[in-house]
């Protein structure tokens, strides 16, 4: 597989170039991601999922958020829109972002320093794992999460456990 190029942000958030996926992770450079929350219809649940152990970053963990990084030319709500499309199967829905404006949205971590940008969708229909990326996947409740996340030695990705606090209270249940 070739490695891709992604887009390359600065630390306030714009767009700056573009370089390879391997050079970003392994000299921390500046990105940018996006990820859709999947609530059920009725928004009573989260769809979460575990990672495959062949994952470049975070293999195996976790995660509540379907996503990747931001493409050379593409918007976040448009990688948000792909990645939904490609994770989870789930097409022609909705997106809404969840994250407020006052809200920096920052992760700073290995092996990589992103810009993180989150979507909300409502969905019940079926989930189609892409096999590369999506080991297995459930769903759980905003408790049932919490009481996971509040356990610091569950494989959970960090980049979303930065973001979920905010998440959770910007997408209540009604």
Not at 68 to 81: F, I, K
Not at 83 to 107: H, M, R
Request: charged fraction near 20%; aromatic fraction near 8%; include cysteine.
């Amino acid at each position: 597989m070739a490695d891709e190029l992604v887009a390359v942000y600065d630390a306030e958030g714009n767009v700056s170039g573009t370089a390879s996926r391997s050079r970003v992770y392994a000299q921390g450079l500046w990105h940018a991601s996006s990820g859709v929350l999947v609530r059920s219809t009725d928004g009573a649940r989260i769809y979460v999922h575990r990672r495959t152990p062949t994952k470049s970053v975070f293999a195996g963990m976790h995660d509540c958020l379907a996503g990747g990084v931001v493409d050379p030319g593409e918007t976040p709500l448009q990688t948000a829109t792909r990645e939904l499309a490609e994770e989870l199967g789930i097409v022609d829905v909705a997106l809404t972002p969840l994250a407020s404006a006052a809200w920096d949205g920052q992760w700073a971590g290995k092996p990589m320093r992103c810009h993180l940008f989150a979507f909300g969708a409502r969905w019940d229909g079926p989930m189609r794992h892409q096999p590369d990326e999506v080991a297995d996947g459930w769903w759980w409740t905003d408790d049932e999460l919490a009481r996971h996340l509040a356990d610091p030695e569950w494989p959970f990705v960090p980049d979303t456990r930065v973001l979920i606090p905010q998440i959770l209270t910007s997408t209540p249940l009604s």
